[in-house]
Nanobody, 123 residues
Framework: QVQLVETGGGLVQAGGSLRLSCAASGSTFTNYGMGWFRQAPGKQREFVASISSSGGRTAYADSVKGRFTISRDNAKNTVHLQMSGLKAEDTAVYYC????????????????WGQGTQVTVSS
């Protein structure tokens, strides 16, 4: 099992930027594909981005492609989500997730989750 703690959420104006971080502990970080998901009020949790264990492959939801960038620092056991060009519809609780092996865009494939961090974009 790996423990995950997200930080970096907050309130930002539309068009602004935020960088989310997820610190992992308790297991070998390089064994895990990582993902970011989000849940807006009244909506189901949805995929945002994922990254392979080496960092060599990434995937993005169409809604964030070109605006968000996922990265990881395996030396520091962290994964980041750089968000720019933020829109009101990006307002959500953002969750970091980990799964042993290959990355996935499907939240059902992840069995380790952080507590979430709130991102609010004001228009």
């Amino acid at each position: 099992q790996v423990q995950l703690v997200e930080t970096g959420g907050g309130l930002v104006q539309a068009g602004g930027s935020l960088r989310l971080s997820c610190a992992a502990s308790g297991s070998t970080f390089t064994n895990y594909g990582m993902g970011w998901f989000r849940q807006a009020p009244g909506k189901q949790r949805e995929f945002v981005a994922s990254i392979s264990s080496s960092g060599g492959r990434t995937a993005y939801a169409d809604s964030v492609k070109g605006r968000f960038t996922i990265s990881r620092d395996n030396a520091k056991n962290t994964v980041h989500l750089q968000m720019s060009g933020l829109k009101a519809e990006d307002t959500a609780v953002y969750y970091c997730a980990a799964r042993r092996g290959v990355m996935s865009v499907f939240q059902s494939m992840y069995d380790n989750w952080g507590q979430g961090t709130q991102v609010t974009v004001s228009s």
